[in-house]
């Protein structure tokens, strides 16, 4: 039997190489924000967001990251979602044990300065959107005391 006939014979079939695509973190993690600001999204409408951002600094559990990876959720607060948004950006940083000055929406942003460099800790997935070819990383910040529950006696710190 020829090599190519012992190749179907197995079941072969040709695979894309998927080196270098993106490929999102599944885990819970230790991070440190290190961006919270109000951004404009020229390409939406000129929406104003927040920006988070989350660097990870230790594995608890799952999958390693790399340096220059970073958790990011743009939370939106134009529009009909506004309300909704802030509620959930608010509801995370508490969670994290951060409380911003809630008097005014120009005394939150100047409190968000706050935040930078606190500890936050993640729980992720990845997502594929239907018609999507590619899948978006999805997170959630926990409690301290939950996320801890998975750390791993591997756990690596960076």
């Known amino acids: 039997m020829s090599l190519i006939e012992n190749l179907k014979a197995a079941g072969f079939k040709p695979e894309a190489n998927t080196d270098g695509e993106f490929k999102p ?10 961006t919270l600001r ?5 390409k939406n409408n000129n ?6 951002e989350l660097k990870p600094i230790e594995v608890l ?30 509801n995370a940083l508490f ?3 951060i409380e911003l000055d809630m ?22 997935w990845g997502w594929l959107p239907e018609g999507k070819e590619s899948p978006v990383q ?6 301290e005391k939950v996320a801890e529950k998975k750390r791993s006696k591997d756990s690596l710190a960076f």
């Open 25 to 34: 973190l599944k885990g819970t993690y230790k991070c440190q924000i290190t």
């Open 103 to 124: 008097s005014s929406d120009a005394a939150l942003e100047t409190d968000f300065v706050k935040a930078i460099n606190q500890v936050a800790y993640v729980r992720s």
């Open 47 to 52: 929406a104003k967001y927040y920006q988070l």
């Open 61 to 90: 559990e799952g999958d390693p990251f790399g340096d220059k990876f970073a958790f990011k959720k743009r939370y939106y607060v134009d529009g009909d979602k506004a309300a909704e948004n802030l509620k959930s950006l608010l």
């Open 138 to 143: 999805m997170f959630n910040i926990l409690k």
């Open 95 to 97: 969670t994290a044990g």
């Open 38 to 42: 109000p951004e404009i999204d020229q």
